[in-house]
Nanobody, 121 residues
Framework: QLQLVESGGGSVQAGGSLKLSCVAS????????MAWFRRAPGKEHEFVAA????????KYSDSARGRFAISRDNTANTMTLQMNSLRPDDTAVYYC??????????????WGQGTQVIVSS
């Protein structure tokens, strides 16, 4: 099972950018579709973006499309989320998680501790 560690969160003003990273331990990272989810205070986990195991397929939520970019480097067991044009409603704790299956939106497995993103207006 993968062990996942997220980093790169912080506090920014609206319109700013952040780049989140997810580092996985384990030799099987390259076989997993992976995704970013987020959880805002008082809300459920929300899908943000996903990438297939080879990086050839990417999916985004309506909120993320056009502003965020997901990528991965299987040689470094790393996945990133470049977030631009951030808005206050992007404020949340962001998590990376495996998402098996064609939909790439159903998390399965351990969650990391997450990384906090705060966007002020």
């Amino acid at each position: 099972q993968l062990q996942l560690v997220e980093s790169g969160g912080g506090s920014v003003q609206a319109g700013g950018s952040l780049k989140l990273s997810c580092v996985a331990s384990g030799r099987t990272f390259s076989t997993y579709n992976m995704a970013w989810f987020r959880r805002a205070p008082g809300k459920e986990h929300e899908f943000v973006a996903a990438i297939s195991w080879a990086g050839s397929t990417k999916k985004y939520s309506d909120s993320a499309r056009g502003r965020f970019a997901i990528s991965r480097d299987n040689t470094a067991n790393t996945m990133t989320l470049q977030m631009n044009s951030l808005r206050p409603d992007d404020t949340a704790v962001y998590y990376c998680v495996p998402v098996p299956g064609a939909s790439m939106q159903n998390p399965h497995g351990s969650w990391g501790q997450g990384t906090q993103v705060i966007v002020s207006s």
